[in-house]
């Protein structure tokens, strides 16, 4: 880890505390500017090793509706997003879609998985 | 025409309407209600994002999955719905108490209900480019940011690859986040304001994360283009003013408006609904009744909320209301509430001495550690210190009736919330 110094916003809670986390010579994270605990473990894991929940949709064939929405069922490490995006804005699934349903597994070896979170009903041949 | 009898008839089925229609069900009414999509759900079936449902059901929900617990809830109940049916106009029975819908559906035509109620829940509408007037050419690729987000996340549409965005509400700043990662560029967001108008939370995730670009105090003065947008143009402001010599140009093709909401109440003026100017909303009393009796409002209608667990839990209260009116409860004398300093509205415009109150404010302000002050008659009779209060939070606050019951009880019996 290099000794850079970012500056960030903790999100930990509505107060918005201004941060500045750097790497000390033995390696420890030092986060400055924080009004409690929270803002440490918050800058400590944002320099290490952020994560997001994604949310994307993704097409359904046959459905009532075109596309069903999904989500990653835990933040994700950021690395991991522009890839899973790709996969998911090209994916199809066919209809009928439950509420719930696992799409991926194991999205990068990291045992998050993606879910869907909407049902889509199946358009009936008349 | 069908013509039907119900108890109360609920307008509009997002998650204000369904509330609504729940807790009446529940409550024994017989309940009709109409939504003018083919699903329920409203505005949260488009968004996809989570962040729903923290109070309500104690855990993260996205859009979609709140609004689908919701329905499942609703389906278990007698209520009678009927989807893709736009209520168009209302009036007053010619006897009693009792008023008529009228609502146009594609697969029965026109449907007229008696009812003796009626719950407001159309939910609100964006403020689009006229409202706003922004110079420049009329050429395609001016969206609202919330017709955007449903093109992307119902309709599976990207309405285009190089985006300017007006405005830093959140619906903005989901929309910098979601263009972003269905691959459009996203190249600056522009707020008049020198604050932004959205959640921290979304100003870290949606703008910081990608490196967007946030022009506070700035404007976008002009969008070119002959057919299409091509460009437009940002300027800063001082002192109110703005500054033309420092304009920039941001070459785009597509401008997405965040510019705020506004609550939906054409159909609420038909049965002359009185409004707040303050919010657009209907002004109500104690137990968000209107002006005309039997006729109540919640959600986003009434005023324009940011977490959908409010809309739940007061279009549940609303429902309660209405149950208890039909049951013939009337309300004790009512008094007015009045928003203090730095507070733009507090909801409802009414309060009633005699039972526990519930109010909705907004700030108008940023600041830490400020203190919420109710005053009647001029004296404090509560106060509540809030760690961080900003316009885009809205604040919760119960009163009882020990609160109420002190201080003077005649005199101007005006109730008062500031923050100072
Ligand atoms: C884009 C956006 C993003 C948001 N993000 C978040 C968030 O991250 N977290 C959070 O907690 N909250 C969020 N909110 C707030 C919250 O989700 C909404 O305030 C809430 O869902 C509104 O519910 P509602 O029922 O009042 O309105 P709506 O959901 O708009 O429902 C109104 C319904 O009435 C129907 N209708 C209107 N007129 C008629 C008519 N004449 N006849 C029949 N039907 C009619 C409409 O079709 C619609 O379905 C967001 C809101 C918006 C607008
Ligand atoms: S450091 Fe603590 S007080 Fe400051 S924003 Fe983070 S959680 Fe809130």
């Known amino acids: 880890m290099d000794n850079t110094k970012r500056e960030m916003v903790c999100i930990a809670c509505p107060v918005g505390c201004h941060l500045t986390v750097s790497t000390a010579e033995d390696g420890s994270v030092v986060v400055e500017g924080n009004r409690c605990q929270r803002g440490v473990e918050y800058g400590r894991e944002e320099l290490l090793a952020p994560k997001r929940v994604v949310t994307a949709t993704l097409a359904v064939s046959r459905g009532k509706s075109p596309r069903v929405p999904v989500k990653t069922d835990a933040p994700l490490l950021k690395a991991f997003i522009p890839g899973l995006l790709d996969q998911v804005y090209n994916m199809e699934i066919a209809a009928p879609v439950a509420l719930g349903m696992v799409v991926l597994e194991n999205i990068g070896g990291t045992g998050v998985r993606l879910v869907t979170t909407r049902s889509v009903l199946e358009v009936r041949a008349i | 025409m069908r013509q039907e009898h119900y108890d109360v008839a609920v307008i509009g089925g997002g998650s204000a309407g369904m509330a609504a229609a729940i807790s009446l069900a529940q409550r024994g009414k017989s309940v009709v209600l109409f939504e003018r999509e083919e699903v329920l759900g409203g505005i949260l079936l488009q968004c996809i994002h989570n962040g729903f449902g923290l109070h309500h059901f104690k855990e993260e929900l996205t859009g979609p999955e709140y609004a689908e617990r919701v329905s499942k809830t609703l389906e278990e109940l007698p209520v009678t719905v009927f989807v893709g049916s736009t209520v168009m106009h209302m009036e007053e029975a010619h006897a009693g108490e009792g008023k008529i819908v009228y609502a146009y559906s594609r697969e029965h035509g026109i449907v007229m209900a008696e009812v003796r109620a009626v719950v407001l829940a159309m939910g609100c509408r964006e403020r689009n480019r006229g409202n706003i007037g922004t110079p420049g050419t009329r050429p395609a690729g001016v969206y609202t940011a919330g017709l955007a987000q449903r093109l992307v996340n119902v309709?599976?549409?990207?309405?285009?690859?190089?985006?300017?965005?007006?405005?830093?509400?959140?619906?903005?700043?989901i929309m910098a986040r979601r263009m972003t990662w269905v691959g459009a560029k996203v190249k600056a967001v522009v707020e008049i304001q020198p604050y932004p108008a959205g959640l921290t939370r979304n100003i870290v995730q949606c703008l910081n994360d990608f490196s967007i670009p946030l022009y506070l105090?700035?404007?976008?003065?002009?969008?070119?283009?002959?057919?299409?947008?091509?460009?437009?143009?940002?300027?800063?402001?001082?002192?109110?003013?703005?500054?033309?010599?420092?304009?920039?140009?941001?070459?785009?093709?597509?401008?997405?408006?965040?510019?705020?909401?506004?609550?939906?109440?054409?159909?609420?003026?038909?049965?002359?609904?009185?409004?707040?100017?303050?919010?657009?909303?209907?002004?109500?009393?104690?137990?968000?009744?209107?002006n005309v009796p039997g006729v109540f409002a919640c959600g986003n209608v009434l005023h324009v909320h940011d977490l959908v667990d409010f809309v739940t839990e007061e279009s549940t209260r609303c429902g309660e209301?209405?149950?208890?009116?039909?049951?013939?409860?009337?309300?004790?004398?009512?008094?007015?509430?009045?928003?203090?300093?730095?507070?733009?509205?507090?909801?409802?415009?009414?309060?009633?001495?005699?039972?526990d109150n519930r109010f909705y404010l907004r700030p108008m302000v940023v600041k830490n550690r400020a203190e919420l002050q109710v005053r009647l008659d001029g004296h404090v009779i509560k106060t509540k210190v809030l760690k961080h209060v900003q316009p885009s939070e809205m604040i919760a606050l119960a009163l009882d009736e020990k609160d109420l019951g002190d201080g003077a009880a005649q005199g101007d019996l005006r109730l008062e919330i500031a923050i100072v």
């Open chain 2, 321 to 355: 209301y209405v149950a208890e009116y039909l049951d013939g409860v009337r309300p004790a004398a009512q008094h007015r509430v009045v928003a203090g300093s730095n507070v733009k509205y507090v909801l409802p415009n009414w309060y009633d001495r005699s039972h």
């Open chain 2, 217 to 290: 105090s700035h404007i976008v003065s002009e969008i070119h283009g002959k057919n299409r947008v091509e460009a437009v143009t940002i300027t800063p402001m001082v002192d109110g003013m703005p500054d033309t010599q420092r304009s920039f140009r941001v070459d785009c093709d597509t401008v997405l408006l965040s510019v705020g909401l506004v609550p939906d109440n054409e159909v609420s003026k038909k049965l002359g609904v009185q409004l707040n100017p303050e919010t657009n909303g209907a002004l109500v009393d104690s137990r968000l009744m209107t």
């Open chain 2, 155 to 173: 309709e599976g549409y990207i309405p285009g690859k190089e985006v300017v965005i007006v405005g830093s509400g959140d619906i903005g700043l």
